[in-house]
């Protein structure tokens, strides 16, 4: 599992910040979070396909968070794309997903298909699940939590005393299917171990730091938080609905995550060690993001 942030900047993009977007490489798939402006040039720098994107979560209309959709799905479509691709974001997108497709001169082909969200789940799949839940920002915005999903551990020295023998029983039985053996039907729960706990990733988009955000982010691996301002324009991050990178490791530590990443940096930063520096006097593990920066997120030894 590995993130790739292809933009870190926030309303403005600068010689070396693009506009938000963040790729999951994860579960056989590319799953794109949010794509401003310049996003398929920075996946081309970053060596991603985006053909290989089948799904585009969109946190808020801003247009530093969707001008890039309308670019990728013309240039989906002059390279013969075929598959459809599914959109996700909050209530709305599918006027503004019609608006883009009238956007120039050129031939759809193929299906989009559109999904307006709200709080829960918003995609379960039999390996992973994502939900979103609305956050504080200016106007509607949701975070998205990406949940993987741990079949039980098979112990085999179980299976080979209840005189099950190696081959497809143990593949049903790790699916959570009973066998039978002779006259005896063997549960699953016979010979797998406890439930494991899949890797956690939370992804704020655009908020003002909120209590919403400690529960929703709970025991994450990796908390991707917007940290627009430092603690000298906090004044300016209430009044538009940002965070500071103090505030958002204040989150992380009440959260309970593994690690914190700062994105969406203000253009008047040219020197992000005071955001970092903020940051890590409340939460250790703590660092901001670069685009192009890649960080893989390990499985759990239990």
């Known amino acids: ?12 993009p600068t010689n070396n910040r693009n506009h938000s977007a963040l790729a999951l490489k994860a579960f056989g798939e590319i799953i794109l979070f949010d794509c401003g402006e310049g996003t398929q040039r920075q996946m081309t720098r970053a060596r991603l396909s985006p053909m290989k994107i089948d799904r585009i979560f969109v946190t808020h209309f801003h247009g530093d968070h969707i001008l890039g959709i309308p670019g990728l799905i013309q240039s989906m479509a002059f390279r013969g794309r075929r598959d459809t691709l599914e959109i ?3 209530p709305g997108i599918q006027e503004l997903l019609n608006s883009m497709k009238k956007l120039g001169y050129f ?4 299906n ?6 709200k ?12 939900s979103a839940q609305l956050m ?11 949940e993987e999903k ?9 299976a080979l005393k209840l005189g099950i023998k190696p081959g497809p029983a143990y593949g049903k039985l790790q699916s959570g ?10 549960k699953p729960e016979e010979v797998l171990g406890e439930k494991r706990r899949g890797r956690k990733l939370v992804y704020s988009g655009d908020t003002l730091a909120c209590e919403e955000m400690v529960g929703f982010s709970k025991d994450a691996d990796v908390l991707i938080h917007e940290s627009t301002f430092n603690n000298s324009h906090k004044e300016k991050a209430f009044e538009t609905g940002h965070s500071t990178a103090e505030m958002a490791a204040d989150i992380a530590k009440k959260a309970g995550v593994k690690s914190l990443v700062l994105t969406h940096i203000s253009t008047r930063y040219k020197d992000v060690k005071t955001l970092e520096m903020e940051a890590l006097n409340v939460f250790e593990d703590s660092v901001v993001a670069e685009d192009l920066m890649r960080l893989e997120v390990e499985q759990h030894d239990d």
């Open 1 to 12: 599992m590995e993130i790739v942030f292809l933009g870190t900047s926030s309303a403005i």
């Open 88 to 90: 996700y974001g909050p």
């Open 107 to 110: 031939a759809l082909s193929f």
């Open 112 to 117: 989009i298909a559109v999904h307006e969200i």
């Open 119 to 130: 709080d829960g789940t918003v995609l379960e799949e039999d390996d992973f699940k994502i």
């Open 136 to 146: 504080k920002h200016s106007v509607e915005n949701y975070a998205y939590c990406i």
């Open 150 to 158: 741990r079949d039980p551990k098979f112990i085999k020295e179980k």
């Open 177 to 186: 299917l009973p066998v039978k053996i002779g006259n005896k039907i063997i």
